[in-house]
C-alpha cells in the first residue's frame, strides 16, 4: 500500500483537493480544428473518476492569431471551443474531480506541420527562437499588452464556466519563458532587462491581470522551469537568491502555487542540498508547490517521448521527499496518459500491474 502522505488532502486557495496527485498537462492533438470533442472530456472524466487529486489539462490556446503552432491542439476562446470546455469540466466534476486548463501560448516555436501555419505573425520578446536565431519580429508594445489581455480573458471564461482552478504555461522555452530567458529577451524597453526579476515584468503584468480578472480567491498556478526545449541546459537562476528574487515576483504579482518542472524530480537544483526544483521554490517563496519530472516512471520525459522504453519505477523517494515537506503536490505525465487507474493502483500496491511507457500510446487517448 502507498504512504499515507500522498493520499492525504491538501487545501491552497480555498480549494481542497482530496490527494497530492496531479494530472501533469500534456500536449494532446486530439482537438480538429482547436475544438475539444467528447472523446477528450471522456479521457479526462476516466483520470477523474480513478481519484487524481486535480487535472491539470493540455495546453490550451489563448486568443492571439499564433498562440498555437498546431491546428489540432484546442483553443481557450471562441464560442465553440469554449463550449467543449465547458463539457469537459462538467464532465470531469460528474467523475468526482477538479480541473484546471493550462492557458499556453507557444511563442516563437515553429509550426508542427508542414502544410499549415498560423493565422497571424508568431510573438517573441525579440524576434528570436533561441540566441541569435531570428524567427519573425519583436512583439510591438501593442502586441505585448493584448497578449496580457488574452491571459487575462481566457482566466476569466475558466472561471465562468466551473473550472477549479487556472495554470499559466510560463515554462518550457513558450512564450512566457521567452521573457524570462536573456537568450531569447534582448528587449531594452520595460518588457527586457539584463537581471531576472526584470524579464520577468511580462509574467508578473499577466498574473496581475488574471488576478484582477477572476478575483482575489480563485486558485492560480503558474507552470514555470530552468530548462528550455532549445537547451535543456539552460539555468535561469544560478543561486538560491536569485531564484528568490525570480519567483518572488511572480508571487507577488498573483501566483498561489509553483508547478516547478524539471527534467527528473530528484535531482537536486543547487549544490549543497538535496533539495529539487520544487523543493528550492517552496523554501525561497513559501507558497505551495508542485514538483514534476519523470515521475513513477524510469529514464526521463523527454527520452521516452523520443521513443526510448521507460518501466515502471518506485515512488519511494519520492514520498519521502513529499512527507518532510520539500514541495506539496506531485504531478504525474506518462504513467497516467497511459493507464487512467495509476492512482488507485499506486494506492492498492497494485504494482504488478503498472505498465511499461511506449510513445505509441501518444497516438490514442486511453
Not at 487545501?11 to 482530496?18: A, C, S
Request: proline content about 6%.
Amino acid at each position: 500500500m502507498a504512504s499515507d502522505v500522498l493520499f492525504t488532502p491538501f487545501t491552497f486557495k480555498g480549494l481542497t483537493l482530496p490527494n497530492r496527485i496531479v494530472m501533469a498537462p500534456m500536449t494532446r492533438s486530439f482537438s480538429p480544428g482547436g475544438i475539444a470533442t467528447d472523446d477528450v472530456a471522456a479521457y479526462y472524466r476516466r483520470r477523474a473518476e480513478n481519484q487524481v487529486g486535480l487535472i491539470v489539462t493540455e495546453g490550451t490556446g489563448v486568443n492571439r492569431p499564433a498562440s498555437l503552432n498546431d491546428p489540432n491542439i484546442p483553443r481557450f476562446h471562441g464560442d465553440a471551443e469554449l463550449a467543449a470546455w465547458g463539457k469537459v469540466a462538467g464532465e470531469v466534476h460528474a467523475g468526482g474531480g477538479l480541473i484546471a486548463p493550462q492557458l499556453w501560448h507557444v511563442g516563437a516555436v515553429k509550426s508542427r506541420s508542414e502544410d499549415w501555419t498560423p493565422p497571424g505573425p508568431y510573438d517573441s520578446p525579440s524576434g528570436l527562437s533561441r540566441p541569435d536565431k531570428k524567427f519573425g519580429e519583436p512583439m510591438t508594445d501593442a502586441e505585448v499588452a493584448d497578449a496580457i489581455r488574452a491571459f487575462a480573458d481566457a482566466a476569466a471564461e475558466a472561471k465562468r464556466l466551473g473550472f477549479d482552478a487556472v495554470e499559466l504555461h510560463g515554462a518550457h522555452g513558450y512564450l512566457i519563458d521567452q521573457f524570462f530567458w536573456e537568450g531569447t529577451n534582448v528587449r531594452e524597453d520595460a518588457y527586457g532587462s539584463a537581471d531576472l526579476p526584470g524579464r520577468a515584468r511580462f509574467a508578473a503584468d499577466i498574473l496581475k491581470a488574471v488576478r484582477k480578472a477572476v478575483g482575489p480567491d480563485y486558485p492560480v498556478i503558474i507552470r514555470i522551469s530552468q530548462w528550455k526545449q532549445q537547451d535543456y541546459e539552460v539555468k535561469l537562476a544560478q543561486t538560491p537568491k536569485a531564484l528568490e528574487a525570480w519567483l518572488g515576483a511572480l508571487v507577488e504579482a498573483g501566483a498561489d502555487v509553483l508547478h516547478c518542472s524539471q527534467r527528473r524530480f530528484w535531482e537536486p537544483e543547487f549544490e549543497g542540498s538535496d533539495l529539487n526544483f520544487a523543493g528550492w521554490a517552496k523554501k525561497v517563496t513559501g507558497v505551495p508547490t508542485i514538483t514534476v519530472g519523470s515521475v513513477g516512471l524510469s529514464g526521463e520525459f523527454i527520452a521516452g517521448f523520443a521513443g526510448e522504453r521507460s518501466e515502471p519505477a518506485s515512488i519511494e523517494g519520492l514520498e519521502r521527499m513529499l512527507d518532510r515537506g520539500d514541495f506539496d503536490m506531485v504531478a504525474v505525465g506518462r504513467a497516467l496518459l497511459q493507464d487512467p487507474e495509476w492512482v488507485v493502483k499506486i494506492r492498492e500496491g497494485r504494482h504488478d500491474e503498472l505498465s511499461p511507457f511506449d510513445r505509441s500510446v501518444m497516438a490514442k487517448l486511453y
